[in-house]
């Protein structure tokens, strides 16, 4: 899932963000059941990279949401690669989604995917509360205010 043990940024499993959208669409499908789906969006937080403990502070918060988060990007041949960490398991799990979406991709392509419909879609928000759903609001707002500055800086 990253690029080598010691880099935190997140290497994508598929060739796309719609690509890696409809991989999470068919492995959310394999559950029916609520706390079964919950628990493997947890397994997948636990998957995350290591989040270097001197990059949890302010300049990488994500403000807006209910747990701690935080966030870091970089640049790397013109794709935007992404580290993130939370203080909170299921919150953890809903970032490792984020990532696996957006970590990777041209800044054009984090513009263009709708994760946070795509969530909506699968019904995730709705199963989730009102503060965790503005989480994802505030994580997706993020990633696409970097994924901006990323293609603003390329030009």
């Given at each position: 899932?990253?690029?080598?043990?010691t880099d935190p940024f997140v290497q994508p499993q598929e060739d796309t963000a719609a690509s890696a959208m409809a991989a999470l669409a068919e492995e959310f499908a394999f559950f029916d059941d609520w706390m079964d789906r919950y628990g493997?969006?947890?397994d997948w937080g636990r998957k995350l990279p290591p989040y270097p403990a001197e990059w949890q502070d302010a300049a990488h918060k994500v403000e807006g949401c209910q747990s701690q988060v935080w966030l870091a990007s970089e640049l790397r041949?013109?794709?935007l690669y992404l580290a993130a960490a939370s203080d909170a398991a299921i919150v953890a799990g809903l970032v490792a989604m984020l990532l696996r979406i957006y970590s990777g991709r041209?800044?054009?392509e984090v513009l263009a995917a709708d994760a946070?419909?795509?969530l909506k879609e699968l019904d995730l928000?709705?199963?989730l509360s009102a503060n965790r759903g503005n989480g994802i609001a505030a994580m997706v707002a993020r990633i696409r205010a970097l994924a901006a500055r990323a293609a603003?800086?390329?030009l």
């Open positions: 899932m990253c690029l080598s043990m493997m969006v947890i041949d013109g794709r041209r800044p054009d946070a419909r795509f928000i709705g199963n603003a800086e390329a």
